[in-house]
Nanobody, 126 residues
Framework: QVQLVESGGGPVLAGGSLRLSCAASGLTFSNYVMGWFRQEPGKARELVAAITWNSGSTYYADSVKGRFTISRDNAKNTVYLQMNNLKPGDTAVYYC???????????????????WGQGTQVTVSS
């Protein structure tokens, strides 16, 4: 079955950096758009960043532009989220998700995602 397993979360001081990883199995990774979402308790889930199957296009939420970078290694079936200059407002559970490229509409990354990971907690303290 499909599995998406996140890692790399944890506590960090404001201004610090973390690199999240999401290892995928059970699917043809190179056929999927990959996204990173986050959710704070009591709030809606937010798309933070996304990347097309060939890394040709990316998306970033305004709140993370210039600080976060999404990348992928299709040979390793892994997507990454490099997070720099972290702020307390970045505290959340971060999830990776996969969207089949057949359902991807060019430039629109907020569509329906087919598979989700269990999430990894990121806690940024001031």
């Amino acid at each position: 079955q499909v599995q998406l397993v996140e890692s790399g979360g944890g506590p960090v001081l404001a201004g610090g950096s973390l690199r999240l990883s999401c290892a995928a199995s059970g699917l043809t990774f190179s056929n999927y758009v990959m996204g990173w979402f986050r959710q704070e308790p009591g709030k809606a889930r937010e798309l933070v960043a996304a990347i097309t199957w060939n890394s040709g296009s990316t998306y970033y939420a305004d709140s993370v532009k210039g600080r976060f970078t999404i990348s992928r290694d299709n040979a390793k079936n892994t997507v990454y989220l490099q997070m720099n200059n972290l702020k307390p407002g970045d505290t959340a559970v971060y999830y990776c998700a996969a969207q089949n490229r057949r359902t991807y509409i060019g430039g629109y990354f907020q569509g329906s995602y087919d598979y989700w990971g269990q999430g990894t907690q990121v806690t940024v303290s001031s």
